[in-house]
């Protein structure tokens, strides 16, 4: 098992019953410094009040198991407001909010689309944008879509 593994399973373990959730652990070298970052969430409302507690409980449990020997700095945080949608059921959990989603190709003259997802098929979403004055209406297959995320809309 990996580190970021062994770090998914003891931050599972560690949020077990409470109203917490993992996003995401993901472990890089950046310059000549080494980040563990936990992303976790909260029902979409993850505080800097959690994330210092949560912090508090990740440090505590990785000191005592020492997975890593190398020095490394312990980020805990909210995965955003403009998370990406990385699976299927992300995704279908997002119906309704505002997205922002990039294709590969061309589609109505644009790649960068900006609306709501409006439904999710075993195969395709459709979302509602605005192009200029205009709503209109996309349906895009999965195979598709090179990024997909929340927005925040202006």
Same mark, same amino acid.
């Given at each position: 098992?990996? &580190? =970021?593994?062994? !770090?998914?399973? *003891?931050?599972? %373990? +560690?949020?077990? /019953? $409470?109203?917490?959730?993992?996003?995401? !652990?993901?472990? =890089?070298?950046?310059? $000549? %410094?080494?980040? #563990?970052?936990?992303?976790? /969430? +909260?029902?979409?409302? #993850?505080? #800097?009040?959690?994330? !210092?507690? &949560?912090? @508090?409980?990740?440090? @505590?449990? #990785?000191?005592?198991?020492?997975? *890593?020997?190398? +020095?490394?700095?312990?980020?805990?945080?909210?995965?955003?407001?403009?998370? @990406?949608?990385?699976?299927?059921?992300?995704?279908?959990?997002?119906?309704?909010?505002?997205?922002? =989603?990039?294709?590969? @190709?061309?589609?109505?003259?644009? +790649?960068?689309?900006?609306? /709501? &997802?409006?439904? =999710?098929?075993?195969?395709?979403?459709?979302?509602?944008?605005?192009?200029?004055?205009?709503?209109?209406?996309?349906?895009?297959?999965?195979?598709?879509?090179?990024?997909?995320? &929340?927005?925040?809309?202006?």
């Amino acid at each position: 098992m990996n &580190l =970021v593994s062994k !770090v998914k399973e *003891i931050a599972l %373990e +560690k949020i077990k /019953d $409470t109203e917490y959730s993992l996003y995401d !652990v993901e472990y =890089v070298k950046e310059g $000549t %410094e080494y980040f #563990l970052r936990i992303y976790f /969430d +909260k029902n979409g409302n #993850l505080s #800097l009040d959690d994330c !210092v507690f &949560l912090s @508090e409980i990740m440090a @505590e449990e #990785l000191d005592n198991k020492d997975l *890593i020997s190398d +020095k490394y700095y312990l980020e805990v945080s909210s995965p955003g407001i403009e998370r @990406e949608l990385r699976n299927i059921e992300e995704i279908q959990e997002s119906i309704g909010k505002y997205i922002y =989603v990039k294709t590969y @190709e061309k589609h109505n003259n644009q +790649k960068e689309f900006y609306g /709501d &997802l409006k439904s =999710v098929g075993d195969e395709n979403i459709t979302i509602e944008y605005r192009d200029k004055a205009r709503i209109k209406t996309i349906t895009l297959g999965y195979k598709q879509i090179a990024k997909i995320r &929340l927005a925040v809309k202006f």
